[in-house]
Structures are given as C-alpha cells and as structure tokens.
C-alpha cells in the first residue's frame, strides 16, 4: 500500500472518530472500579458527573471485603488526545476510610501489622478514558498520600474502570444553555426603564 493511500485512511479514520465522539461525550457515569496494589485487591462503586466544560467529580467507595473500605472525593479535568471520545485526565481530592496498617519495628526486625485504622489522606489522579457505546472505559493510577492513621506515608493503586452512560453531555449542555437564555432574559433591562434611566442621569 502507497503512503498516500495510508495518509488517506488515516485521515478518514480522524475524521470518522471525531464526528462520533461528539455524540458519545457524557454529563453522568456510573459503574465499577477495580483497584489493585501492593496491599489489597478492590472492588468499587464509581459515579462521574460533569460540572463544568471538561472538569467532572467522582465519588469512589471500594473495598477489598476484609481488612480496608475506603472513600474518595476526586476533582479532575479531561482533555482530548484524538477527540472527545478519547481523552486523558488529571486531578485530585481526599479520602477517608478503615485502613490496615505495617509498622517496621527495628528492635527486633519484625513488622507489626494493624487494621480498623481510620484513615486520612490526600489524593492524586491520572489516566486515559474511552466513551463508545453508551459506556465508560478508563485506566488511572491513584496516589494516596496518608495525613492520618496509617504508617505508609504514599500508597499507588491502578485502577480499571467501567461505568454506564446515564445522561449524555448533549443533553446537560442544552439544560446549561437554556438556563444561561433564562438568567440573560431575567437581568435583561427593560428598554423604557434603560431610556428612561439613561436620561434621568444625564439631567442631573
């Protein structure tokens, strides 16, 4: 195959991708999150929403069922690398939770390992996400830093998830336009009183 031909399919492929992915950008999420380090194993509720242009809040709850239950607040802001419908993102929030806990003991080199700790801290995130199919795929890694409650100052989980479109970006942005005509129509002035204003400030 000619590279001219291949610039073409190419082309055609961006082109194919971007006009989808506007059709596919989504307002609100939900769905599933497995996290995994070198401590546990987590499985996770996951809810997504839009706030503004390209920044979303998640709410995360997830646990390994035994020794650690955690939840996290995150703000993050998307940015597109191909289009709309492929994008990376990057934020942070707070945590709170039951965490297990190891701390070193060097008198006598032994470890002694703690659990029911409830935990504080502070979170970092970033990964890439997909959006085809009325559904949600993203790859993150989500760095832990501890204020409280634990021994490990920084804990790194990856996390896969996977969350369901229930309401398009299509729709929340008609609702946000059609709020913005609305306040524009309410703190509009009325053309007589404006006259009428315009003219009472200059006889004085």
Not at 96 to 121: C, F, L, P, R, W
Not at 155 to 182: F, H, P, T, Y
Request: proline content about 1%; aromatic content about 10%.
């Amino acid at each position: 195959m000619k590279r001219n031909q291949i610039f073409i399919i190419q082309v055609i492929l961006f082109v194919s991708l971007s006009n989808f992915s506007f059709a596919q950008k989504y307002a609100t999420a939900l769905g599933v999150r497995l996290g995994n380090n070198d401590y546990s194993r987590m499985v996770g509720i996951t809810a997504q929403h839009r706030i503004m242009q390209q920044l979303t809040l998640e709410g995360i709850v997830q646990s390994d069922f035994n020794r650690n239950t955690t939840f996290h607040l995150l703000m993050k802001r998307h940015r597109p690398i191909i289009s709309k419908r492929f994008n990376y993102f990057y934020g942070g929030g707070f945590s709170a939770g039951k965490e297990e806990s190891y701390v070193k003991q060097d008198a006598n080199n032994e470890i002694m390992h703690t659990y029911g700790n409830s935990t504080m801290g502070v979170d970092l995130i970033g990964g890439i996400e997909m959006t085809f199919a009325g559904a949600v795929i993203s790859l993150d890694y989500k760095p832990n830093i501890n204020i409280s409650g634990r021994e490990e100052f920084y804990r790194g989980q990856i996390g896969i998830s996977a969350r369901m479109v229930l309401d398009k970006g299509k729709r929340q942005d008609k609702k946000w336009r059609k709020k913005n005509r609305e306040k524009r129509r309410t703190n509009r002035e009325p053309f007589g009183a404006r006259i009428k204003n315009t003219f009472g400030s200059m006889g004085k």
